[in-house]
């Protein structure tokens, strides 16, 4: 092939470490089983996009992330005045496809009752009749979706595909544990959401001191030490001998001392999710609706994230039969991998064939 489509890829890796794993893993199941019929071109779609620099664009690709927020967000704002660039300079819309998008953590009461507003409702339609290929990580999202009338694919997300997992050797004895806290905002008057947060998560910790003294434990800030209550989280970590390991700005696979721990417990899903691909026991705490979205989707033991549950969590995590219980996740994690390659076969034919059709 002598000219090689141009599709730009919109990711949402800006600080946090779930974000980057998701961009990194995405990247590099792309480039392994499309990078020989198309040149990528890497854009991050949190930050107001050059219009400038959109030359020739033969496809889009929404890469993963909870971006389907209620309302119109900021990256949408902007995803959304690149395409009318592109469809008034062209006179016409290239197709524009997702790959594992999610929901966000905000409450909602119904699937059909999701979004907010006749704009952002246009925009997910639009994008979905360009292509009819909306490939989302969870079921959740599959209804929200359906609910509107925009037929998406349940793939899994982008973080499962492990590039090196056919190679990966299950843990033999479990000698350390990470543990992950949320992102906590400052502690406000009268912000119920916050305290709750920070509370459990000083119990979990004091809990799991106890319980795993023994052990090496770690402490995952996902997001850094952005907040002056995350900051209070870290010094009661030092204080307690605790290995602190900052996420923040790089892809969560690109820490080896994360690697090295035999299993994790937690709320924050992507190191729940790193963590099943190394093929170790990850205890997922519920927190919101993306972590309650993909226990819906793959099953893996889990609790609420909550200071009664924290023990329970502690106690389960202890448990040789929870711990066997995640030897079954391979199999959920394979299926949604070969979901992904071949959801991947059609959107390699959607592009070719949008090409020498003259993108029309």
Same mark, same amino acid.
């Given at each position: 092939?002598?000219?090689?489509?141009? /599709?730009?890829?919109?990711?949402?890796?800006?600080? &946090?470490?779930?974000? #980057? !794993?998701?961009?990194?893993?995405?990247? %590099?199941?792309?480039?392994?089983?499309?990078? %020989?019929?198309?040149?990528?071109?890497?854009? $991050?779609?949190?930050?107001? /996009?050059?219009?400038?620099?959109?030359?020739?664009?033969?496809?889009?690709?929404?890469?993963?992330?909870? +971006?389907?927020?209620?309302?119109?967000?900021?990256?949408?704002?902007?995803?959304?005045?690149?395409? *009318?660039?592109?469809?008034?300079?062209?006179?016409?819309?290239?197709?524009?496809?997702?790959?594992?998008?999610? =929901?966000?953590?905000?409450? #909602?009461?119904?699937?059909?009752?999701?979004?907010?507003?006749?704009?952002?409702?246009?925009?997910?339609?639009?994008?979905?009749?360009?292509?009819?290929?909306?490939?989302?990580?969870?079921? *959740?999202?599959?209804? =929200?979706?359906? %609910?509107?009338?925009?037929?998406?694919?349940?793939?899994?997300?982008?973080?499962?595909?492990? $590039?090196?997992?056919?190679?990966?050797?299950?843990?033999?004895?479990?000698?350390? +544990?990470?543990?992950?806290?949320?992102?906590?905002?400052?502690?406000?008057?009268?912000?119920?959401?916050?305290?709750?947060?920070?509370?459990?998560?000083?119990?979990?910790?004091?809990?799991?001191?106890?319980?795993?003294?023994?052990?090496?434990?770690?402490? %995952?800030?996902?997001?850094? #030490?952005?907040?002056?209550?995350?900051?209070?989280?870290?010094?009661?970590?030092?204080?307690?001998?605790?290995?602190?390991?900052?996420?923040?700005?790089?892809?969560?696979?690109?820490? @080896?001392?994360?690697?090295?721990?035999?299993?994790?417990?937690?709320?924050?899903?992507?190191?729940?999710?790193?963590?099943?691909? !190394? @093929?170790?026991?990850?205890?997922?705490?519920?927190?919101?609706?993306?972590?309650?979205?993909?226990? @819906?989707?793959?099953?893996?033991?889990?609790?609420?994230?909550?200071?009664?549950?924290?023990?329970?969590?502690?106690?389960?995590?202890?448990?040789?039969?929870?711990?066997?219980?995640?030897?079954?996740?391979?199999?959920?994690? &394979?299926? #949604?991998? @070969?979901?992904?390659?071949?959801?991947?076969?059609?959107?390699?034919?959607?592009?070719?064939?949008?090409?020498?059709?003259?993108?029309?």
């Amino acid at each position: 092939m002598d000219y090689k489509p141009k /599709i730009y890829v919109l990711h949402g890796a800006i600080t &946090n470490g779930g974000d #980057f !794993l998701i961009y990194r893993r995405g990247r %590099a199941l792309l480039e392994s089983r499309l990078g %020989a019929y198309f040149d990528f071109i890497y854009l $991050p779609r949190f930050e107001k /996009i050059k219009i400038s620099d959109i030359k020739e664009v033969d496809g889009l690709i929404i890469l993963g992330g909870p +971006i389907l927020s209620r309302g119109l967000q900021l990256q949408i704002e902007n995803i959304r005045e690149m395409i *009318e660039h592109i469809e008034k300079r062209a006179g016409f819309l290239p197709p524009i496809v997702t790959i594992g998008i999610g =929901v966000s953590g905000e409450d #909602f009461s119904g699937y059909g009752d999701y979004f907010k507003g006749e704009e952002v409702i246009e925009f997910w339609k639009k994008i979905y009749e360009s292509s009819r290929l909306v490939s989302v990580r969870d079921i *959740e999202t599959k209804k =929200v979706l359906d %609910a509107y009338g925009i037929k998406a694919r349940l793939t899994g997300c982008p973080a499962l595909y492990n $590039p090196n997992w056919q190679n990966v050797a299950p843990p033999g004895k479990i000698d350390s +544990i990470l543990i992950s806290i949320p992102r906590i905002g400052s502690l406000k008057k009268y912000d119920v959401q916050n305290y709750k947060a920070f509370l459990t998560t000083m119990l979990m910790l004091k809990r799991a001191k106890k319980e795993f003294g023994s052990m090496k434990i770690g402490v %995952a800030f996902q997001h850094g #030490f952005s907040t002056r209550t995350l900051n209070i989280v870290y010094r009661f970590t030092k204080r307690h001998e605790m290995e602190v390991h900052d996420l923040s700005g790089k892809g969560i696979d690109e820490d @080896k001392d994360i690697t090295a721990y035999s299993m994790h417990m937690g709320p924050r899903l992507h190191l729940h999710i790193y963590f099943l691909t !190394l @093929k170790k026991p990850s205890y997922l705490m519920d927190i919101d609706h993306r972590t309650n979205a993909f226990l @819906k989707t793959i099953k893996t033991p889990s609790s609420l994230f909550t200071m009664r549950q924290t023990k329970k969590a502690i106690r389960a995590v202890k448990s040789p039969e929870v711990i066997q219980q995640f030897e079954r996740t391979e199999d959920e994690i &394979n299926r #949604f991998r @070969k979901t992904l390659e071949l959801f991947l076969e059609d959107v390699k034919v959607l592009f070719l064939e949008n090409k020498e059709n003259g993108g029309r």
